[in-house]
């Protein structure tokens, strides 16, 4: 970070903070932030919630990046949740509604003076950058906080109203880039915990971000941008899809220009009508090309592949906690038509159509019972541990400090293992939220594990050290012991980070990147 932006930060940070402690003596629930006073609820944790961080993004302003807010009168209420960003319905259960002016956030805090100096987390949720907010009940805050940390959460566009890149759009643009919306909120939302946690008990030179799947995602791609440079200083990723392929800019203008030719005209659709132009886009289960809507190398927020940035040390060197499920391709894949050898053969051969016989040796099964998991295993070996591997490897050869876990727990003792999000409960320790409408069954030993894992997450967002309490020591990762913590029934250590696809799809990705 540098000096004069932490000066100018901690400034507005004492300005507010003494303000804030004044309103307190006063109410509990009144805090006040650079653009004006809140009113928020709550007890031993008091929640703000629908904060905005940034002015919506409609009309002619779709499509561009975040604006400031305008500052407001008298004290507005921060007592429900604000609208999530426009999405195709995943989750019934998510609180507040749907709307294009989605950019706020919610804080939960369990500081007894404003003048507090708590740890902060900020979660960016998942969600293949089409779905999700912070609003969702398995994301609430209070259980994290009463650990003694603020918690925030936040929304980001998503879809193509928040991924979409377009030649017109570059062309507006002074930096003639375009698309990474979705990025640019997170670090403009980063940025106002920059500006105001103060005023909520805060710290904000101890925030850590947090993220799972397209969060941790963001995450890893925040840590190479230099306009997300020194907003945070410890990150959880938890599945993250680093080292994937990417669209260039070049790519990602196409694509758009396939959703349509005038951006003038596009601005005046209905943000709704963009979930049916989603569903037109072409699925593709190949694993080793570019989704169309992700992060795109656009040479400006982006300014490199993240392999590149990683290996070259252009990178937050800040300390990390990451790690994968046990069965993460198994929600993915479970529904694709491939039941067969010949089947999983010419998915193979179509996958790494340059490297057919290699990918082969790499991922063969013998009999028709072996195909699912492996069609799974090959989903989670390309788009998570292959990448999550080279990452900690990148961390080990610097010097770095880092702690791998997988998470193994079969929930309410089923025969079946945790697939792709569903740690995300236990690290929260809401087993009781609701998720795509069902509350999902849990046991006593559940909640166990939830515990643990919730209390090792916040001791490295208070630390840079998940170790404590009756945890088993967890020694930090590197490539000579590849030492990670097996979060099952009981934690327990292990090691190992080997496997026969994992080493061929880090291969491959370098084969093709020449």
């Known amino acids: 970070m540098k000096l004069s932006y932490s000066l100018t930060v901690f400034a507005v940070s004492t300005a507010l903070l003494a ?279 656009d040479g400006a927020f982006i300014d490199r592949p993240d392999y590149a940035a990683f290996n070259s040390g252009s990178f937050a060197q800040i300390p990390v906690l990451v790690g994968n499920v046990e069965d993460e391709g198994g929600g993915a894949t479970k529904n694709w038509p491939i039941k067969t050898v010949d089947d999983f053969r010419a998915f193979v051969a179509k996958s790494f159509a340059q490297a057919k016989a290699p990918a082969w040796d790499a991922f063969s099964v013998h009999s028709d019972a072996e195909v699912r998991q492996a069609l799974s295993g090959l989903y989670s070996d390309t788009q998570y541990l292959f990448g999550t591997r080279e990452l900690l490897n990148v961390y080990d050869s610097k010097g770095l400090k880092s702690f791998r876990y997988v998470f193994a727990r079969h929930r309410n003792d089923s025969s079946t293992a945790p697939i792709h999000g569903d740690e995300l409960q236990f690290v929260f320790d809401n087993l009781e939220a609701l998720h795509r409408g069902k509350q999902r069954p849990f046991n006593s030993a559940d909640s166990k594990v939830a515990d643990a894992m919730a209390d090792a997450w916040i001791r490295f967002v208070k630390t840079g050290d998940p170790n404590g309490s009756d945890l088993p020591t967890w020694p930090a990762y590197s490539m000579s012991g590849k030492a990670f913590m097996q979060f099952g029934s009981n934690p327990s250590v292990r090691r190992g980070y080997d496997g026969r696809g994992i080493d061929f799809t880090r291969d491959y990705f370098a084969s093709t990147r020449r």
């Open 19 to 297: 303000c804030a402690s004044t309103d307190q003596e006063k109410s509990p629930h009144i805090t006040k932030t650079d653009k004006g006073t809140l009113r928020g609820s709550g007890a031993q944790v008091k929640r703000f919630l629908g904060v905005p961080y940034a002015a919506a993004p409609t009309g002619e302003h779709r499509w561009k990046p975040p604006r400031a807010v305008s500052p407001w009168q008298g004290v507005r209420d921060a007592t429900s949740f604000g609208n999530f960003c426009v999405q195709p319905q995943e989750y019934p259960e998510m609180r507040g509604a749907m709307g294009e002016d989605c950019l706020n956030l919610n804080v939960w805090t369990p500081a007894q003076s404003w003048s507090s100096r708590l740890p902060v987390v900020v979660w960016i949720h998942g969600g293949g950058f089409a779905y999700g907010g912070g609003s969702h009940p398995s994301y609430d805050g209070e259980a994290l906080a009463k650990r003694g940390v603020v918690v925030v959460t936040l929304n980001y566009r998503l879809g193509l109203l928040g991924f979409m890149a377009h030649p017109q759009l570059s062309e507006e643009s002074s930096e003639r880039a375009s698309g990474n919306y979705g990025l640019m909120d997170q670090a403009a939302a980063l940025k106002w915990v920059q500006h105001n946690i103060a005023a909520f008990g805060g710290d904000p030179q101890r925030v850590t971000v947090m993220g799972q799947s397209a969060g941790a995602h963001a995450i890893s791609a925040l840590m190479t941008s230099k306009q997300a440079d020194g907003l945070f200083q410890q990150a959880i990723m938890q599945s993250v899809g680093v080292m994937r392929p990417q669209l260039s800019l070049q790519q990602a203008e196409q694509f758009g220009v396939q959703i349509g030719a005038d951006i003038a005209q596009l601005r005046t659709l209905p943000a709704n009508e963009f979930l049916a132009l989603q569903k037109k886009i072409p699925s593709d289960s190949n694993p080793t090309t570019a989704r169309p809507i992700s992060i795109i190398n």
